[in-house]
């Protein structure tokens, strides 16, 4: 097998070093750049302390000022995994997936084919850029001088013109002696079908050189001169230089720019990205015609952690931003995401900053929203969800992408964001008093609570029923909190209790927001909510102390039995208000005897509840103060106490 200078170049341009060494050291990120690819680590080849062991992962080579261990990325895999050249490029090349050359005993005495096609292809921009400047380019010059590009733009982006003849560059080359293989090859020009002379793939089109991160030139795309030309933009074929998924245009100098701290901006096309560089944006880039893919992915995020996509604000823009989503989420790591800029509707980049300078460029850049914005965005923008089944196909459909994140810890956060977004989209007012706002209120109103202090009988005789239904949502929002395993069972009923008390509404919001997927968090949330001593002025009401459940927090199946038995007695008394309010209705009418039954049937629920009575089958019992009693453990103190009052009887 041997390896050509070619196959190892594209591997060197392939391997990311930092993700290579990132495997076996932890990068000290005080001393590290990771903008640049400068990073900085304790050494893996000898025991130390300081980060000696410095990565620069643009050159692709490591140097340890402690043990002087120096390579690139395929001898630091010999050197770590204890494996011989030939397996070390093996692996790196099963990591980006290229093939290892065939076995050719004669291959060391053959040429290095890519390095002949960079050198045509290098051929080919200079003819493209002499033709610009003659007779025959004429419209050309017009058309980018009215687009705004000078002499010194011209220069710098190697902007050059086709003629539109059959056979211009073809004929050039083959004066130079260029095989005609090479020609072929490089994708300059296309065999006839007819049996004629090759014809050039370009033609009457103005040429963007397309160059690779090592700054060859490896395509062209070419922008259409006639406006009756089928395609607008054409770019080169695909060749063993080119492969348009895995390349980007200005690659190198936006890395470069990207490493001095500018933002990476991903804008569609050519033009696009030429005028955000020349407004001082000059870490941009742009896809090759295509949609991003995969591997361009990879390589925005060598170059930054956080890529901007800027993309033009008509529905062309917007469906491209949405397909960047989807092959994204699989894809994203800690400290690895997207951020959408869209502009405004009917401008791409080169139109706004044309029209109001790079200031509204910057701003559209400053608003750039987060990816899972956007996704909640796409799923929910100009749809109507005034039903459960609405609801619960856009919990469906976001579960779903949600769940093709593979790190634990990002599919977490984005089924959080997820969840405050759908919180803010489906309530944001409560008709009990709720606030929609998180600021914290100050200090929890405790007033309206100390004010009842002293027996549940006491309570009762001063409050009457709102009394009581407050003590209970009181009792079934401290066992919330105290054991909040148990909330997902109960999210509908205590979604769906009144709470009177502002304070209360809010509590019982805090909780249904964090308990399920937030827990840690819920202490937290209800200090921003209701201040510092809302938990301890609850806690401290007596009704709430002498709760077992508080008593016991975690203990999940004596927090399930008491929130069945609370939220069991609110229910028969809603039940019971409610046929009281429609009996005084009907009774402005003639009254019967149905009204009565109803009303005896409401009442004997409320008592059955009230008395935890529901058939026998409640466990708990509640005394006259309010406690809850085991029945059980009640029946065998009293049959202790009655054996105890016989023998005193016999004696």
Sequence with gaps: MSLTPGFMDELRSRVSLTQVVGRKVTWDMRKSNQGKGDMW???PFHHEKTASFHVDDRKGFYYCFGCHAKGDAIKFVQETENVAFMEAVE???????MTMPARDPKAQEKQDRRTQLA???EQAVQFFRLQLNTGGGAAARDYVTRRGLNGQALERWEIGFAPDGWQGLWDHLRGKNVPEDLILGAGLAKASTKGKKPYDTFRNRIMFPIRDARGRCVAFGGRAMDPNDNAKY???PETELFDKGRNLYNHGPARQAAGQGQ???VAEGYMDVIALAEGGFGASVAPLGTAITENQLQLLWRISDEPIIALDGDKAGIRAAMRVIDLALPLLEAGKSVRFALMPEGKDPDDLIKAEGPAAVQSVLDA???????LWQRETEGKVFDSPERKAALDKTLREKIKQIRDPSIRSHYGQEIKDLRWELFRPNRKSGGKSSWQPRGKWKAERLSALPGTRQSLLASGGDNAQVQMREAV?????IATPEVVVQFEVQIEDMECRDPDYAILRDVILRYAIDAPDQLTDRIYDALGPDALENLRSLRHVAISPCIR???????AELTLNEELAKLTAHRGLSAEIAEAEEEMAGQTDEAITWRLGQAAEARNKATRSENEDKAIYDVGDNGARINREERDAFAAITAGINFEKKRR
């Design 41 to 43: 680590s304790p050494c």
């Design 91 to 97: 692996i790196l090349a099963r990591e980006v997936g």
């Design 119 to 121: 050198d045509v292809m």
């Design 234 to 236: 054409l770019n080169s």
């Design 263 to 265: 933002p990476l901006i």
């Design 368 to 374: 750039a929203i987060p990816m899972v914005r956007l």
């Design 476 to 480: 079934i929002l401290a066992t919330a």
């Design 552 to 558: 016991n927090p975690g203990d999940v199946e004596l």
